[in-house]
């Protein structure tokens, strides 16, 4: 299997529009470079939704050897967002790499904002826009742009590539990511974006088309119970 993850920039910047499975989608990256025995941080920037947060994997993410950091504070029963000074660490410490869990949406990625210092060289970052082709703001090719556009104006970064992640959890068909595919497509050939990543459930990642050209992200579901 194609290890091209090992190619990106240092810095990786996960967006996209709410529940587009970016946080599945970033913390699989974050396990597959630690597997590789990459010195890793998984930041968790995501300060707008309370559920599905990386944060919720940290004791599976820190026995990999994954350096987690939280976006919120715990206390008295309380889950509060929160942005740690810890988060600018793994941004200047050249030896890690280090995948960052926006919130979704424009109100997430604001975050970003407050360290736009650190993404000022294009070839010290990627950032890619995770796309699910079956969330209802994100079908067409101009939703997913009105959502790339307004993450991008609030986070002072453009995105420098597309990942095709749609699905219907364990559901997920080979329609759909075909269906994805086309969307991402239509996005690419507007914005001059490359697709950079076809993410798709282990048991689906040989059955994709060979036709295809983009790199082949196999990821296992982390973020729900088997149940759900």
């Known amino acids: 299997m194609d290890k091209q993850w090992l190619n990106d920039h240092r810095i990786r910047i996960i967006t996209g529009n709410y529940g587009t499975g970016k946080t599945e989608f970033s913390v699989n990256y974050a396990m597959k470079l630690a597997l590789q025995g990459q010195k890793t941080a998984l930041v968790d920037l995501d300060v707008v939704n309370l559920y599905f947060r990386s944060r919720e994997q940290q004791h599976k993410l820190e026995k990999a050897g994954i350096r987690v950091i939280s976006s919120s504070i715990e206390g008295s029963g309380a889950d509060l967002p929160a942005i740690s000074a810890e988060v600018a660490s793994p941004l200047q410490d050249e030896s890690y790499q280090v995948v960052l869990d926006l919130g979704g949406d424009s109100m997430g990625a604001r975050v970003l904002a407050m360290y736009n210092e650190y993404f000022q060289e294009k070839n010290t970052f990627d950032m890619f826009f995770v796309v699910n082709a079956n969330r209802p703001d994100t079908a067409t090719k ?87």
Not at 176 to 197: F, M
Not at 199 to 220: C, G, K, M, R
């Open 142 to 228: 101009e939703g997913v742009l009105n959502h790339m556009e307004a993450i991008a104006k609030v986070s002072k970064v453009y995105p420098t590539a597309l990942v095709n992640n749609t699905h219907l959890l364990r559901e997920t068909s080979m329609e759909d990511i075909e269906r994805g595919q086309k969307l991402c497509s239509e996005v690419s050939a507007e914005t001059g974006l490359p697709i950079r990543y076809i993410s798709v459930l282990n048991h689906l990642a040989d059955q994709l088309p060979p036709h295809y050209e983009e790199t082949v992200f196999p990821i296992d579901l982390t973020m729900r119970e088997s149940w759900m």
